[in-house]
């Protein structure tokens, strides 16, 4: 692991999109047009996240939260700079919004090629539940749904915590 980069992980704001925007072409097939974004950011049940060092944005992430129910809806970092916990900064900050939010359990779709990322929601307890067949459009991947339950609890707060320490 290379040395992790301090970051402030801050609300995204209109002003950020251009750099989001860069981000999400250089990390997706399709990335989304910035009307998707601005859809987003007002948004009441939605919560986007940037994380930034020295005003240079280096990865953001996104979810709804409805009912007792989150969904991750993206999270990308900065090619030149993953490796260095940018990305479980920015996923931890989802997770403690849904938690806020009194979500109980937070769900995604993964690419089933999309092994990096895969590992890191295993690390915070994310388990694959369901595939959904030919679900990305670019290329008709599988997508594999991943799930995490009992977020409220004190069990899994504790394994946050302490996997924040190792920051
Ligand atoms: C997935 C992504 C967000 C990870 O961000 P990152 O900042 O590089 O990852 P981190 O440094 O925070 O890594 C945290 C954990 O993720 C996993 N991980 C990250 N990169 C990995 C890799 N290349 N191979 C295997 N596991 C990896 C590991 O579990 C790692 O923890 P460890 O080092 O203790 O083993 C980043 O690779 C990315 O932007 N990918 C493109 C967009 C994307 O695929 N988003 C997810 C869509 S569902």
Redesign the pocket.
């Known amino acids: 692991?290379k040395q992790p980069l301090s970051v402030s992980i801050e609300p995204m704001r209109l002003a950020d999109l251009e750099e989001v925007m860069r981000i999400d072409q250089r990390?997706?097939p399709v990335p989304w047009k910035k009307e998707a974004y601005l859809t987003e950011l007002a948004n009441r049940a939605a919560a986007y996240f940037v994380a930034r060092s020295a005003d240079r944005i280096m990865?953001y992430s996104g979810e709804w939260v409805i009912m007792d129910e989150a969904h991750i809806t993206t999270?990308?970092?900065e090619p030149l700079y993953?490796?260095?916990?940018?990305?479980?900064k920015l996923l931890t900050a989802l997770i403690e919004e849904a938690q806020v939010r009194r979500a109980s359990h937070i769900t995604?779709e993964?690419?089933e090629g999309?092994?990096?990322?895969q590992?890191?929601y295993e690390?915070y307890g994310f388990e694959p539940v369901g595939i959904r067949r030919s679900y990305y459009s670019d290329n008709g991947e599988n997508a594999i749904v991943m799930w995490v339950s009992d977020i409220l609890q004190p069990a899994f707060q504790q394994k946050l915590q302490q996997r924040k320490q190792l920051w």
């Open positions: 692991m990390s997706y990865g999270l990308a970092c993953r490796g260095r916990r940018v990305g479980e995604l993964v690419r999309n092994l990096p990322a590992k890191l690390k």
